[in-house]
């Protein structure tokens, strides 16, 4: 029950968000819309080509021969394209990069051809309209992809129509109002659910006693005639316990059918709230753009004042940059200059340090021979005066 409310309340918010387009002001935008169009009517064009060559006879005359010649040798390329691309494939793998570099080439010839035969369709309007009126059948594949390029130009259109601005408020409104929407969703679908409970409840309730009133019918079939009073009694009381749960059931499926009523109501009146709020953006909408368009007007001729400035300064740049190109070439020859001189600086500063090096390994040497003849000395002179006291001694025994 909740899907086609969901679907009408979303349905009517997507034609308030959908306000008139201004038409395309700016020039970056025409130019981009215009080029799109020449490419769609280049594609349309050169789909074309085929059936105008398969028909070439019945429109010689209207053609022309220049025409005429450039869908002849654009013939012969197809032919020549597709005679090459079937004996690669039946041809073995030796001639594989012969034939590729061949393809490579005649691909670059077919292009050239389409591009030229294009010119020549697109330099006569008239011969245009008439071949576009022609009752062919594009192929397959040609149809699909420019009604795809289609469709991207009509949104590349829609997206530079649409400020960044907005389409942030058009999606935070529209995220705003999905939210409602789902939680009003979710308390009727909750309450909906409840009823369905309460109407199985009473439904299997009902249909417990049914089986009870039968076993009871069944059983009074068997029973003496003098139990029929007290069978009698006990299927009255059933039936009025069964009537009084049916009234309660019925009750409270009223309640939840208000409950659901008054739901709807405050929807209802969130959606007029927010018609309401979407009347006053819109108006304000209006007002920036029309501000937007006072300053692009500015601004275009800020940017014309600033085109002057920026020739000027142009000028200048050329002479000074001129200056610098042949400061760079002085500076080219001094750095060259400069690493010369570092070069033999660095040669001079190693061949130093070399004889540095020298010099301390020599005074270090030097140092240490003269310690070892000292210590030589004094052991030489150390074991004269032991040699000495001990021919003493040997005296003084005697």
């Not at 009752?135 to 594949?141: A, C, Y």
């Not at 969703?185 to 089986?211: C, S």
């Not at 660095?346 to 310690?371: C, D, H, N, S």
């Amino acid at each position: 029950m909740a899907t086609p409310e969901k679907a009408m309340i979303t349905s009517n918010v997507m034609k308030m968000l959908g306000p008139p387009r201004l038409k395309p002001y700016s020039m970056e935008t025409e130019r981009i819309i215009s080029v799109l169009d020449e490419t769609i009517a280049k594609m349309e064009l050169s789909s074309l080509i085929p059936h105008i060559i398969d028909s070439l006879d019945r429109f010689a005359d209207m053609l022309g021969p220049e025409i005429t010649n450039s869908l002849t040798e654009h013939q012969k390329l197809s032919n020549e394209m597709e005679h090459l691309l079937a004996s690669s494939e039946e041809g073995d793998t030796m001639r594989a990069e012969e034939q590729r570099g061949c393809l490579c080439l005649l691909e670059q010839r077919l292009k050239c051809s389409v591009r030229n035969v294009l010119r020549l369709l697109l330099a006569n309007p008239s011969l245009c309209q008439a071949l576009k009126y022609e009752s062919w059948v594009r192929e397959s594949p040609a149809e699909v992809f420019i009604k795809a390029f289609g469709e991207f130009r009509d949104f590349m259109l829609e997206t530079l129509l649409t400020s960044p601005m907005e389409e942030e408020e058009k999606i935070q409104f529209m995220e705003d109002i999905s939210l409602r929407i789902r939680k009003n969703t979710e308390a009727i679908t909750a309450l909906q659910a409840e009823l369905a409970a309460a109407v199985r409840t009473r439904e299997e309730e009902i249909h417990k006693k049914d089986n009870v009133i039968k076993d009871l019918k069944t059983s009074m079939q068997d029973l003496a005639k003098d139990s029929k009073a007290s069978i009698q009694q006990i299927k009255q009381e059933g039936e009025k316990q069964q009537k009084e749960e049916l009234q309660a059931s019925q009750a409270r499926c009223a309640r939840l059918q208000q409950e659901i009523q008054q739901l709807r109501a405050q929807l209802n009146a969130l959606v007029l709230e927010h018609r309401a709020s979407e009347l006053a953006l819109r108006k304000r909408k209006c007002r920036v753009e029309m501000e937007i368009v006072n300053w692009i007007q500015k601004y275009d001729t800020d940017m014309g004042e600033k085109q002057a400035e920026y020739e000027e300064v142009h000028a200048a740049y050329a002479e000074e940059k001129a200056q610098l190109s042949l400061l760079m070439e002085k500076h080219a020859v001094l750095l060259q200059e400069y690493s010369q001189i570092e070069e033999e600086r660095r040669i001079r500063q190693e061949k130093e340090e070399q004889a540095l090096k020298e010099l301390t390994t020599r005074t270090l040497a030097a140092t240490r021979i003269q310690a070892f003849w000292r210590g030589y000395l004094v052991r030489s002179l150390f074991k004269s005066k032991m040699k000495k006291k001990k021919g003493k001694g040997r005296k003084a025994k005697k």
